[in-house]
């Protein structure tokens, strides 16, 4: 069953998931993948069940399983974060997992510039806890130390769907003089906070590299009443924008006809968005006057089109009137202290 936003914990809904496959994180080591590997428990997509599919070592699951273990002890796997940085909680899902979950899960961190070995020292950074039939699972972490990679151990064996590492990426604030980063983007910590309509997605908005296809980016309904959709990102970092990338990579019969960029200086209160901030995003200052669009393009927009309007938190997208847009890239420099 998939939650929405509404249902998630709050360290769920204003962070990154730094164990997503899609961002870069990696499997590196499982004690056992018989029935079904690792890779597929940082896969971003909700985990799926097929009645009906079996392969060479039995029932197909999606997720990690194990198979049963006959002797003592319990297997482990040790996930790559694709970013360092603090961890604020987990979802370990056992969803379609009935008669094959772990009884109980518990996990480890360490921060590494290697592949961690032997020698690798580890911090439990959630201890033994129970784990039910087919349901997410949300564990807080009090950790505020930087991590790198993950190691879940699942008691005694098992299967598990979907790892979630809920945290923020690390990203040094402090110096307002490097060069340009992109703001927006999932590796430093931008997410998205709110939108008008995702109906075919948006978690890949934000998202490092070009678009794979069509699937690969944000896209709304089609629009059959006034007006226009918008999506609102959470900067990285309090910061000023200097260019602007609006792809429609894949995008040829249903990108939007013009695109338009507002921006906030939302301060420290700015943690979650209610519906009087979201109202309020209508009135923001404009950085890119509304601009036409073409299929299949990543357009740019350099110095002669974005408005410089000082350090901002937040930006909103406008799109007009509905359609598909690939990747956002909002360019600029760390604001100084």
Not at 1 to 10: E, G, R, V
Not at 231 to 238: D, E, N, P, T
Request: net charge negative; hydrophobic share 35%; glycine share 10%.
């Amino acid at each position: 069953m998939s939650h929405s936003t509404d249902d998630l914990p709050a360290f769920a809904r204003n962070s990154i998931n730094l164990a997503s496959q899609g961002l870069g994180a990696k499997p590196l080591f499982a004690t056992d993948e018989f029935f079904a590997p690792l890779a597929r428990m940082l896969n971003d997509e909700p985990a799926i069940f097929y009645p009906e599919k079996f392969d060479d070592h039995g029932k197909w699951m999606d997720g990690w399983e194990t198979r049963r273990r006959r002797s003592s002890g319990h297997d482990h796997a040790i996930i790559e974060l694709a970013a360092p940085g603090t961890i604020l909680g987990f979802d370990v899902d056992t969803t379609h997992f009935t008669g094959n979950y772990p009884p109980a899960c518990r996990i480890e961190a360490t921060n590494s510039t290697g592949i961690p070995d032997e020698t690798t020292v580890w911090t439990q950074v959630l201890d033994l806890s129970p784990l039910g039939p087919s349901a997410h699972h949300f564990f807080a972490c009090e950790s505020t130390t930087v991590w790198s990679h993950v190691r879940l151990h699942i008691h005694p064996d098992g299967g598990v769907a979907r790892l979630r590492v809920y945290g923020q990426p690390s990203l040094d604030t402090g110096s307002a003089n490097k060069a340009s980063l992109d703001l927006a983007s999932s590796l430093l910590g931008g997410r998205v906070v709110a939108m008008s309509n995702a109906h075919y997605g948006h978690q890949r908005l934000l998202a490092p590299g070009r678009g794979i296809n069509m699937g690969d980016g944000w896209e709304t309904r089609r629009r059959r009443e006034p007006g226009n959709d918008w999506i609102i990102i959470k900067l990285a970092a309090r910061g000023t924008i200097e260019s602007a990338v609006v792809d429609t990579a894949h995008f040829k019969g249903n990108y939007p006809d013009s695109c338009s960029i507002q921006v906030a200086d939302l301060g420290d209160n700015s943690e979650s968005l209610d519906q009087l901030v979201v109202a309020s995003s209508m009135f923001w200052e404009e950085i890119l006057p509304q601009q036409k669009l073409s299929a299949d393009t990543a357009h740019e927009y350099g110095a002669n089109q974005i408005r410089q309007n000082g350090a901002v938190t937040h930006a909103r997208l406008n799109i007009y009137p509905d359609g598909g847009v690939s990747r956002l890239r909002l360019f600029g420099k760390i604001a100084g202290k």
